[in-house]
């Protein structure tokens, strides 16, 4: 196993050196903390992740979840991780102090939730999902139904899950066929059927409560007759008791990676005897749940980050070693062999897995930032609130679909062995595939910015987002060694622009289909842009700080950092004219190819 996963280093920089999170500080609403309480979490979370997490990740891997006596039975340890949560306070972390949270800006919240995750994805999913289950309830339940649930979620004592998705509605949720039916006020009978359940039952707490979207009896079709519920497991009984909620696990999946956390099918309400408690009003549920949805869309393309900046240190610690071949310059075979670190097409594989882990987690502690700002200066509250709306889907689909790309790189920086299980790339590979599907596949991610977030209040979320990285470019063109840089981006910027405005054309003219239909495409070159923003950022702090008096060790750091930004917008940058002329060729092929053209 591997014996690093995460850089501190590199942890520091980004959030203190790049993004200035002790600044948060300043804000009456986190005026408690300082950047020492900072040091002092992310201390803790690297010991929690070492000493808890980490030592079991390829046993949880190894010896997946499965069903005893109608019960999911999950790796022993998960009981600890799950008090060890909520007892630390790591659960409840994000949480007012009126509801006993730490009050913790999400941007801290967030470089923990990174370590935990490339320590150990599987262990890191339980306490993730308590916590967005409940930061549900807090935002739209009501007084009583936080009373009940909240301690014991935020505690790790109960699990959270989202029940969102049924065995013929995936991304789809009108087609949704859960329903409740009214017994009181306020409380449903929930008949119906989830499926791909994270957590969804587990022996490791003592209730699992589910977010469950359901529609009651008689509601308009489609998404505006979705309500939103929590259905438990287990519910309270007159005389205080948990007894059975007939809620039953029908199958667990076996997956091809993420084994440690059981993924199950539900069956609700079989027996006539499922109740379920609204959330909020009728009829709104959707619109509530993308309170986690969105909270879930960041944490995967997180964890996505997190998984290929493990395996990008166990291919760096791997590469260092192994010593095979000799430079081309050197044909004396007598010579000793190099660490195959020193060829530069390793050299090549390693700068591509550096710029997507460290790029990824710059822009998505970015995004937690601006999550922050919107809490903490409420009068620019609206900024905040659309630049988060427009970076969201690239936030979740840049990391998850890229983090497939670079640990494929990591297994092939190891030849044969990255191949086996002997070493944990192969494990970090299996478990980063389902990051392109869950919480909404990367053609819903799309679609979302093309078809809603570009456009969104006039087009202003778009237009805040050119001002952001406009601002970056005005810094990089005062400094001589990144003005070349500064222009590319620009550049990329207004082609950016220019092929928006283009497609906005072809909505009005042609249509939604020949408009959305390379909404993926679109998506990632906006992306292209926006890490392409993040490592000139990172470029800027670096070139200042090379301009100061630096130790050796930081010196080599900032230098990694520049030449990371050289590789980005040297290799992945120009990436951006192909798909530039992709989306401004008028074929449609993809609208044209008829389904009966599929033949053999």
């Given at each position: 196993m591997a014996t690093r996963f995460v850089s501190d280093r590199n942890i520091r920089f980004t959030l203190f050196e790049v993004l200035a999170a002790d600044s948060l500080t300043t804000y009456p609403y986190y005026k408690a903390h300082s950047r020492k309480t900072f040091d002092m979490i992310i201390d803790a979370a690297m010991k929690l992740s070492k000493t808890l997490m980490h030592p079991i990740f390829e046993e949880m891997d190894r010896k997946p979840p499965e069903m005893i006596n109608n019960e999911v039975h999950?790796?022993?340890?998960?009981?600890?991780?799950?008090?060890?949560?909520?007892?630390?306070?790591?659960?409840?972390?994000?949480?007012?102090?009126d509801l006993d949270g730490e009050q913790l800006p999400w941007i801290m919240a967030g470089i923990c939730s990174h370590i935990?995750?490339?320590?150990?994805?599987?262990?890191?999913?339980?306490?993730?999902?308590?916590?967005?289950?409940?930061?549900?309830?807090?935002?739209?339940?009501?007084?009583?139904?936080?009373?009940?649930?909240?301690?014991?979620?935020?505690?790790?004592?109960?699990?959270?899950?989202?029940?969102?998705?049924?065995?013929?509605?995936?991304?789809?949720?009108?087609?949704?066929?859960?329903?409740?039916?009214?017994?009181?006020?306020?409380?449903?009978?929930?008949?119906?059927?989830?499926?791909?359940?994270?957590?969804?039952?587990?022996?490791?707490?003592?209730?699992?409560?589910?977010?469950?979207?359901?529609?009651?009896?008689?509601?308009?079709?489609?998404?505006?007759?979705?309500?939103?519920?929590?259905?438990?497991?287990?519910?309270?009984?007159?005389?205080?008791k948990l007894v059975s909620n007939d809620v039953a696990v029908?199958?667990?999946?076996?997956?091809?990676?993420?084994?440690?956390?059981p993924i199950t099918q539900l069956a609700i309400g079989e027996k006539n005897d499922c109740m379920g408690y609204l959330v909020g009003e009728p009829n709104k549920g959707l619109f509530y749940m993308f309170q986690m949805m969105n909270e879930s869309r960041l944490g995967v393309g997180l964890a996505a980050t997190s998984i290929a900046t493990a395996a990008y240190y166990a291919a760096l610690e791997y590469t260092k070693g192994r010593r095979q071949g000799r430079r081309p310059d050197q044909k004396d075979p007598s010579t000793p062999m190099i660490p195959i670190i020193e060829h530069s097409d390793v050299k090549r594989m390693l700068l591509f897995q550096r710029a997507v882990s460290e790029g990824a987690l710059s822009l998505i502690m970015q995004c937690f930032k601006y999550a922050d700002l919107k809490i903490a200066d409420p009068e620019n509250g609206e900024k905040y609130h659309l630049l988060l709306e427009i970076l969201t889907p690239i936030a979740k689909t840049y990391p998850s679909e890229m983090a497939c790309l670079s640990v494929s790189q990591s297994i092939?920086?190891?030849?044969?062995?990255?191949?086996?299980?002997?070493?944990?790339?192969?494990?970090?590979?299996?478990?980063?595939?389902?990051?392109?599907?869950?919480?909404?596949?990367?053609?819903?991610?799309?679609?979302?910015?093309?078809?809603?977030?570009?456009?969104?209040?006039?087009?202003?979320?778009?237009?805040?987002?050119?001002?952001?990285?406009?601002?970056?470019?005005?810094?990089?063109?005062?400094?001589?060694?990144?003005?070349?840089?500064?222009?590319?981006?620009?550049a990329s910027l207004e082609t950016l622009e220019k092929v928006t405005g283009a497609l906005?054309?072809?909505?009005?003219?042609?249509?939604?289909?020949?408009?959305?239909?390379?909404?993926?495409?679109?998506?990632?070159?906006?992306?292209?842009?926006?890490?392409?923003?993040?490592?000139?950022?990172?470029?800027?702090?670096?070139?200042?700080?090379?301009?100061?008096?630096?130790?050796?060790?930081?010196?080599?750091?900032?230098q990694g950092k520049l030449h990371t930004c050289r590789y980005f917008f040297g290799y992945e940058l120009p990436k951006n004219l192909g798909l530039e002329k992709r989306l401004l060729d008028p074929d449609t092929v993809t609208v044209d190819m008829q389904t009966k053209y599929f033949t053999d």
């Open positions: 999950v790796h022993p340890h998960v009981k600890k991780i799950m008090r060890e949560a909520g007892e630390g306070g790591w659960i409840a972390s994000i949480f007012p102090y935990f995750c490339a320590s150990n994805y599987s262990a890191s999913v339980y306490p993730e999902l308590a916590r967005g289950a409940a930061n549900l309830i807090a935002s739209f339940g009501n007084e009583d139904q936080k009373k009940t649930y909240l301690p014991n979620l935020l505690n790790g004592v109960w699990q959270g899950t989202m029940a969102l998705t049924e065995p013929e509605a995936g991304s789809g949720l009108a087609d949704i066929t859960t329903m409740a039916y009214p017994v009181t006020d306020g409380i449903y009978k929930i008949k119906g059927q989830k499926v791909f359940i994270s957590a969804g039952d587990h022996n490791g707490v003592d209730n699992v409560v589910h977010l469950m979207l359901a529609k009651i009896e008689g509601a308009p079709a489609g998404v505006k007759g979705i309500s939103l519920f929590i259905v438990p497991k287990k519910r309270i009984s007159a005389d205080g029908s199958q667990i999946f076996h997956k091809m990676g993420y084994r440690g956390c092939q920086c190891l030849g044969g062995y990255g191949y086996c299980d002997d070493f944990p790339v192969e494990q970090h590979y299996r478990d980063t595939r389902i990051h392109p599907i869950h919480e909404g596949t990367t053609g819903i991610q799309g679609m979302d910015i093309l078809g809603r977030k570009v456009t969104m209040s006039n087009g202003k979320a778009f237009l805040l987002f050119i001002d952001e990285v406009n601002e970056t470019i005005k810094k990089a063109l005062e400094k001589e060694g990144l003005n070349h840089l500064a222009g590319e981006l620009k906005v054309k072809i909505a009005r003219e042609k249509g939604p289909e020949v408009f959305l239909s390379d909404a993926t495409l679109y998506l990632e070159m906006f992306s292209n842009v926006t890490i392409a923003w993040q490592w000139l950022t990172q470029a800027i702090v670096a070139d200042t700080a090379l301009g100061k008096k630096c130790s050796e060790n930081d010196t080599n750091f900032y």
